[in-house]
């Protein structure tokens, strides 16, 4: 069974420039959720859907940020434009009715 | 408001036991889990006990809650090299959250 997949692994981009982070959630799941770790910060809940829909994006941290789950399968995070600060690992994870979560393998972020 | 909180570092030599523990604050907590994060990876799940559980034991796992005090722990029996990671604990309450501790770095000495 094929887990949370994330793409791409590893991203490197310039300050000002659009990043796009790609999630696909286990079959089946109806609930999805973007994080961001940082050594400072630890790990952040962003945003999360439930049946596609935007719950809470209490935590997204500026407007530079958005997610987009246009389909049960598929979810996108974008900044725009990015900053270094931006520069960390992204985690989705997706779960069956908001319980158990799931991780996928992260997005490692550095802007420069 | 909730929190779970967690010591930052443990370490422990190869063969010996390792308890991480956890103090949470919501009592309407459903599951308590555990994650593992290597480095490089993403958060792994472990294991979880259900609220209404004292301990729950896999392979060389054992979680123990105790609801009168919020606190959960995770001992690792015969730690091995491989164990060394960031163990996370973390409570759903329902609704639509998870609270993550801040996680406890695990080092194991050969």
């Known amino acids: 069974d094929a887990g949370v997949i994330q793409s791409p692994r590893h991203e490197v981009t310039e300050m000002g420039q659009e990043v796009t982070l790609r999630c696909k959630p286990i079959?089946?799941?109806?609930?999805l959720f973007w994080y961001r770790q940082t050594m400072m910060r630890g790990l952040e809940l962003l945003i999360y859907?439930?049946?596609?829909?935007?719950?809470?994006d209490s935590g997204m941290p500026e407007d530079r940020f958005s997610a987009k789950m246009p389909n049960a399968s598929f979810s996108t995070l974008k900044i725009q434009p990015s900053e270094p600060r931006d520069s960390a690992v992204y985690f989705c994870?997706?779960?069956?009715?908001?319980?158990?979560?799931?991780f996928g393998p992260g997005t490692r972020l550095t802007v420069l | 408001g909730e929190d779970v909180e967690q010591s930052l570092f443990l370490s422990v030599r190869e063969g010996d036991s390792s308890v991480i523990n956890c103090t949470y604050t919501d009592s309407s907590s459903t599951y308590l889990y555990w994650y593992k994060q290597e480095p490089g990876a993403g958060l792994q799940l472990l294991t979880y006990i259900f609220s209404n559980m004292d301990m729950k034991q896999d392979q060389r796992l054992t979680v123990l809650l105790n609801k009168k005090d919020k606190h959960l722990s995770l001992r690792i029996a015969d730690t091995q090299t491989g164990d060394s990671a960031i163990y996370f604990c973390a409570e759903y309450t329902g609704g639509f959250k998870t609270i993550f501790g801040a996680g406890t770095r695990l080092f194991v000495k050969a």
């Open positions: 859907f439930n049946n596609n829909v935007p719950i809470d």
């Open positions: 079959s089946g799941h109806n609930s």
């Open positions: 994870a997706s779960s069956y009715d908001t319980d158990t979560q799931y």
